[in-house]
């Protein structure tokens, strides 16, 4: 099992510019989550999704777009770059069973210039 | 969302026991304590999880009084590895996604 991977693992976009961060799990995860992490603070959820086809704003959605086709994937898209964007962006998976446990990825750093 | 309390640092000398203490006085009735751990360029690892009473596993036990308002995170004997970022959660099971990752406590362990 890789568990949840996260594509690219460091991006650099200038202002104004588009990109999408690809985050996959091979756990059969009904929720998906994606949040950013600016330096020095805790994690604050950006969007979630509870299933294929499904997604929700967490605590921070302006400015970002998601998507969850598959069920193992879920799409994280900027429009239009911000610095107030750069930020560590990780994915995180969990069950609907249990201690919904929440799995992580490596994440990703991007920098908006 | 239940708001949650910790510490914003702590210090500790290797082979001390820790207890983290998070504060989450409005805790609902299906709300559920769940504790994480980060370490620098990773993403945070799921430690422990209880809803009330004692709750023990290989590396920690959580603490959970009566009244549900408080949680102790336990770390025995820790270890220069154990340095890193704590946080305490307060989950709500129901459809959706009802928690909030707070600051966390920045554990240092010195030699």
């Known amino acids: 099992n890789a568990g949840v991977t996260q594509t690219p693992k460091f991006r650099v976009l200038k202002t104004g510019q588009s990109m999408t961060l690809l985050c996959a799990q091979d756990m059969n995860h009904e929720y998906m989550y994606w949040y950013r992490q600016d330096p020095g603070m805790g994690l604050r959820l950006i969007h979630y999704?509870?299933?294929?086809?499904?997604?929700a704003k967490g605590e921070v959605p302006d400015g970002y777009n998601v998507s969850r086709l598959k069920k193992q994937n879920f799409l994280l898209g900027l429009e239009s770059a911000a610095p107030s964007q750069t930020s560590v962006y990780f994915c995180?998976?969990?069950?609907?069973?249990?201690?919904?446990?929440?799995?992580f990825g490596p994440g990703t750093r991007l920098t908006v210039t | 969302l239940a708001k949650t309390t910790q510490p914003i640092s702590m210090d500790s000398y290797e082979g001390q026991e820790v207890n983290i203490t998070c504060s989450h006085n409005?805790?609902?009735?299906?709300?559920?304590i769940t504790w994480y751990q980060q370490f620098p360029s990773q993403g945070p690892r799921f430690i422990i999880q209880g809803y009330k009473t004692k709750v023990t596993n290989e590396v920690a036990s959580l603490f959970i009084p009566a009244d549900r308002k408080s949680s102790t995170l336990s770390l025995p004997r820790v270890s220069l590895s154990d340095t890193a970022v704590y946080y305490c959660l307060v989950e709500t099971r129901n459809y959706g996604q009802n928690f909030v990752f707070g600051p966390g406590t920045r554990l240092s362990v010195l030699p």
């Open positions: 999704s509870v299933g294929e086809g499904t997604t």
């Open positions: 409005n805790i609902a009735t299906n709300d559920y």
């Open positions: 995180a998976s969990s069950t609907l069973v249990d201690s919904y446990e929440q799995y």
